[in-house]
């Protein structure tokens, strides 16, 4: 069983910065892409950035030029650092993570949420 746990979620005021961090923990043989993704009240939820194995990294338009994905292969952990955070930002941030776990004789790539975090910038 994989677990992503996420942790430094919370309330700012707009401008400010939050940095998140989602660990993931269990049976793991790899990990892949690993991101986050919001999901504001009665919106759906929506990609803000992916970091894959190699580094590359893809993020919203929304968010581009003001939050940071990195990650810690070492540690099994993805963070995003956010700073100039907007009310518009407010939303439950969850991270993703790809990961290959065992199955039976060989293994096999899974996908896996946390459980989310508020986030919340006041104007």
């Known amino acids: 069983q994989v677990q992503l746990v996420e942790s430094g979620g919370g309330l700012v005021q707009a401008g400010g910065s939050l940095r998140l961090s989602c660990a993931a923990s269990g049976n793991i043989f790899d990990i892949g892409t690993m991101g986050w993704y919001c999901q504001g009240p009665g919106l759906q939820r929506d990609l803000v950035a992916t970091i894959t194995k190699g580094g590359s990294t893809n993020y919203a338009d929304s968010v581009k030029g003001r939050f940071t994905i990195s990650r810690d292969d070492a540690k099994n952990t993805v963070y995003l650092q956010m700073t100039g955070l907007k009310p518009e930002d407010t939303a439950v941030y969850y991270c993703?993570?790809?990961?290959?776990?065992?199955?039976?004789?060989?293994?096999?790539?899974?996908?896996?949420w946390g459980q989310g975090t508020q986030v919340t910038a006041s104007s």
């Open positions: 993703y993570a790809q990961v290959l776990v065992p199955q039976g004789p060989g293994s096999l790539w899974s996908d896996y």
